[in-house]
């Protein structure tokens, strides 16, 4: 008897001539170009190399749209971003040893965000794998090691029939929940062998869902119904998920404040009744999700950001969403739900009983007030007006990069999203060097808005060279330096915690020259003329650099007080 499935499975005469008759002239490095092709992808990110030349040379004969860096650091959080705004795997391109390692910063960022990033790198000939010392140029003893503690998982693969089945693998694990970086290596000499295999067609690699246990959710919708005072902390699960419209009407039913953690934002309206908006560094917010009865955690592991440097303890019930299995209940006990965002949330909906609740939005007002009274103590005029002025510049619907920087740190908890999956940084791992060739990658990605990258000056030290590849693409992105002279947040941390500060102090350029020395426009600001500098070049199309020399200071941490002044 022949079965429906068995007539899909059977090529036509078309394709069974094309896999009989290969075009001529193709190897290794085409099975990955077509694989990667049958997967959906348009775009790769990387580097060429001597090991992965078998790559590249395929690229000219595909579709693929190469956007390639000068650092494969910056190839890799390009690729993180391009992961981040797309939810599609980021191919990623790269040779064996010195470029293979230098990705690993971007990669524990990407894995640390759940950005769903592909690496894809050449191996030394088949014959010096398995730990022998031939003596290959870059080899490593067994470089697939250095990756596994970073990526969500690792494919090597030793012959040509082994690259499109390997791929595939490795696309899905990106892509099911938490979404994350993956490592495939091919040996040199795998790549560079000429092949008769079939054209590698389409290929199905769809990931898995990850749906909540039914009795979970039941259990959760019965504590959230019953409880007085719900609150909800939302993770960067929830945006990831594109679950932020259901996460509004949950917390609407509920009466429930919601704050959003640093790699959340845009996860819940900022100026919503019940938007607690992301002041997560301060003793109020802790103070209020602890007093919650039932409180909700939505895609977060409650980590050192998202818990007030780990002050926070919660008396009430805990409810964890999570999808990555490592955090949940990681950190504090709790009713914990392995699952998709989007999928637990709407089980919730499904279930949950409506409160009513007209002091909620009170409790909401009270809290912002008094962050605002102590942030308006600390006489920080300058940071917030600097913070302002980017908000009004940059448009509502276009994405925004931020390094690790002082304005970064303000723009976490103050800076207004707009809407989900537009505000990213690199606080998952929290490596410098993120902002510009990560909103590279966005504007490739999506070269309708305007990207917006910031760093400090000594974030985009890391970053210089991309200055090239931002004019080679005519990549749409304007890159806010705020110089300061130094590591400004490291300058604070030693002051506070010994006085002065040691190895924070740097020579730099003169930033502006060096963007045109790049063919990219740059223009020197002040905190006065820079939201009429940021919207003008914004507003303009291509890669531009605006300067702000200024020196930030931090608000004052309060993970080490209580609210009423004593200590914790």
């Known amino acids: 008897m022949t079965h429906d499935h068995d007539l899909e499975l059977r090529p036509t005469a078309a394709q069974t001539e094309a896999a009989l008759n290969p075009p001529g002239g193709r190897n290794g490095g085409d099975l990955v170009v077509e694989t990667l092709s049958g997967l959906g992808a348009t775009t790769v990110f990387g580097l060429p ?3 992965a030349l078998g790559m590249f040379d395929a690229l000219r004969r595909s579709d693929l749209r190469y956007v390639g860096l000068r650092v494969e650091n910056n190839a890799g959080f390009a690729a993180d971003a391009y992961g981040r705004v797309t939810g599609e795997a980021a191919p990623l391109l790269l040779s064996t040893g010195p470029g293979a390692l230098t990705s690993l910063a971007a990669l524990q960022e990407a894995r640390a965000a759940s950005a769903p990033v592909l690496a894809i790198s050449s191996q030394v000939p088949t014959p010096g794998l398995g730990g022998g010392r031939h003596g290959y140029l870059h080899e490593l003893p067994d470089q697939a090691a250095s990756f596994r503690g970073v990526v969500k998982s ?12 390997a791929i595939a693998e490795a696309w899905k694990s990106a892509l099911t929940a938490p979404h994350g970086p993956v490592w495939v290596e091919i040996p040199q ?23 909540p246990r039914p009795e979970l959710t039941a259990v959760a919708a019965d504590l959230l119904s019953r409880a007085e005072r719900p609150a909800i902390i939302a993770g960067g699960g929830v945006v990831r998920a594109d679950a932020s419209g259901k996460l509004r009407r949950l917390a609407e039913r509920l009466q429930a404040p919601v704050v959003t953690t640093f790699g959340g934002k845009g996860a819940f309206p900022w100026t919503h009744p019940l938007s607690l908006q992301s002041w997560l560094e301060d003793r109020h917010t802790t103070d209020l999700l602890e007093d919650a009865d039932v409180l909700l955690v939505v895609g977060s592991g409650l980590g050192e950001l998202s818990s007030n440097y780990h002050t926070f303890r919660p008396r009430g019930r805990v ?16 009713l914990g739900i392995h699952a998709d965002a989007r999928l637990a949330l709407q089980a919730l909906l499904e279930t949950v009983a409506e409160r009513v609740d007209p002091t909620a939005p009170e409790r909401v007002r009270d809290l912002l007030a008094k962050v605002a009274d102590r942030i ?10 600097v913070l302002a002025s980017v908000r009004r510049a940059l448009p509502g619907d276009s994405p925004s990069f931020w390094d690790m920087t002082i304005l970064a740190y303000w723009a976490w908890s103050a800076f207004d999203a707009k809407s989900p999956n537009t505000m990213h940084s690199a606080q998952g791992a929290g490596g410098l060097g993120y902002g510009f060739p990560a909103a590279l990658g966005a504007a490739a990605a999506d070269p309708t808005r305007p990207v917006l990258a910031v760093s400090g000056d000594g974030g985009a030290l890391y970053s210089i060279a991309e200055l090239a590849t931002a004019r080679q693409y005519d990549l749409d992105v304007t890159w806010l330096i705020v110089d300061d002279g130094g590591y400004g947040i490291l300058r604070e941390y030693m002051t506070d915690a010994f006085g002065r500060p040691t190895a924070t102090e740097l020579t730099r350029p003169d930033y502006v020259a060096l963007a045109e020395s790049f063919g990219v426009p740059g223009v020197r600001t002040t905190p006065g003329t820079l939201e009429t500098d940021l919207a003008k070049a914004l507003s303009q199309p291509g890669p531009a650099v605006v300067v702000l020399p200024a020196v930030l200071r931090m608000f004052a941490p309060t993970h080490q007080v209580t609210s009423d002044g004593s200590s914790r």
Do not use: F, M, W, Y
């Open 189 to 211: 000499d795998v790549l560079l062998a000429g092949t008769h295999l079939p054209v590698v067609t389409a290929l199905d690699a769809t990931p898995d869902d990850l749906p």
């Open 319 to 334: 409810i964890q969403i999570e999808a990555d299995l490592g955090k949940l209940e990681s950190n504090h006990p709790a």
């Open 154 to 165: 690792v494919h090597t693969v030793r012959t040509q029939s082994q690259i499109p089945s």
């Open 49 to 51: 190399g001597q090991h």
């Open 376 to 385: 308006r103590a600390q006489e920080l005029t300058l940071e917030q007006d």
